[in-house]
């Protein structure tokens, strides 16, 4: 069995992967800030589900921090991979405060590409997003189009982690699978994100917000299905980036939708116009994933929402007072 290092293990995407490597008998240190981006009660939650296995140590450190990094040994052993899914999330706050995405997603990069490097660390996997490519309007998104015009710092801060994995890899042979995930959604999300909300508020009988006309389309992904990506992408590959997508995106209309017949209770919906950071549309092409990794999203948007539901009903006592 295999011993990982992996930064953001309180967040959504980090604690669901970290949970499936544990199963599989590996064994994990998870690291994470903990910060206040979102709600902290729901990555204590996380957290305390993954302190019950005995193959996980968790550290609460910043990775932006150069110096606490670079002290850290995290018990002296060889990690086999790192694993980096910490990162300064969402398009829109990106725009009021884009010097902490800097800090998280650029400079906490380079500080754990770096760590790698001193620490003998061959493989890196990178969490990255749609983000990156911007307001296409491909049919499909593809790994090899076009991705130098971000529209928000969050791409942004995204598109340079990836360059500055590249460099590591060209430079110190480092292996990296760059992962660009698909609006990631299922039970413990984020708070901030639209299943979450969208639930919350419906099951509460509080109005939910939709940007738009509700036509704005989303490549939705299961965490289930993301973090069996993100594990498939271990395996040396060179460098490599890859989507990991639903391959169905779901209008936002349909999202509602599929939320009110999961909860039998009818939505109060009102309308805000669309953020100028926001892309009207998402939809990942995964033959590469397919291909390099034999992965396919297994998870419909139906039963994933189900399973969101049912969390938040088992966690309701302390859910229904969450806010992003």
């Not at 890196?124 to 928000?152: C, K, M, N």
Request: with cysteine.
């Amino acid at each position: 069995m295999s011993l990982y290092l992996l930064t953001g293990a309180a967040g959504f995407i980090g604690a669901r992967t970290t949970e499936l490597l544990l199963e599989a008998g590996h064994r994990v240190v998870g690291v994470d800030d903990v910060n206040d981006a979102y709600d902290p009660r729901v990555k204590r939650h996380r957290l305390a589900k993954l302190g019950a296995h005995t193959g996980f140590r968790f550290f609460e450190l910043d990775i932006s921090k150069r110096e606490a990094l670079a002290a850290a040994d995290f018990g002296g052993e060889r990690f086999d991979a790192l694993l980096n899914l910490a990162a300064r999330a969402g398009v829109r706050t990106s725009v009021e405060n884009p010097w902490v995405y800097v800090d998280a997603n650029v400079t906490g990069t380079l500080n754990l590409l770096e760590w790698c490097r001193q620490h003998g660390v061959r493989k890196f996997v990178l969490s990255s997003t749609s983000s990156v490519y911007g307001g296409s309007d491909a049919t499909v998104f593809r790994e090899e189009q076009e991705t130098s015009h971000p529209i928000s710092p969050y791409a942004a801060t995204k598109k340079a982690a990836e360059a500055l994995c590249y460099t590591w890899h060209a430079l110190h042979g480092l292996d990296v699978t760059v992962l660009r995930y698909f609006t990631v959604y299922g039970p413990a999300g984020r708070p901030d994100m639209s299943v979450f909300r969208f639930v919350r508020c419906i099951r509460e009988g509080e109005p939910i917000t939709v940007y738009g006309d509700g036509s704005m389309a989303r490549d939705f992904t299961y965490v289930d299905d993301v973090a069996r990506g993100t594990i498939a992408a271990l395996r040396p590959l060179g460098y490599e980036i890859v989507n990991l997508g639903g391959e169905h995106p779901a209008q936002v209309n349909e999202l509602v939708a599929t939320v009110e017949r999961a909860l039998g209770r009818s939505a109060e919906v009102r309308h805000e116009s669309p953020h100028p950071a926001d892309v009207p549309r998402t939809a990942a092409c995964i033959d590469k994933a397919r291909r390099l990794l034999g992965w396919e999203p297994r998870v419909s948007l139906a039963e994933g929402v189900a399973n969101a539901v049912a969390w938040y009903e088992a966690e309701r006592a302390w859910a229904k007072d969450v806010r992003a």
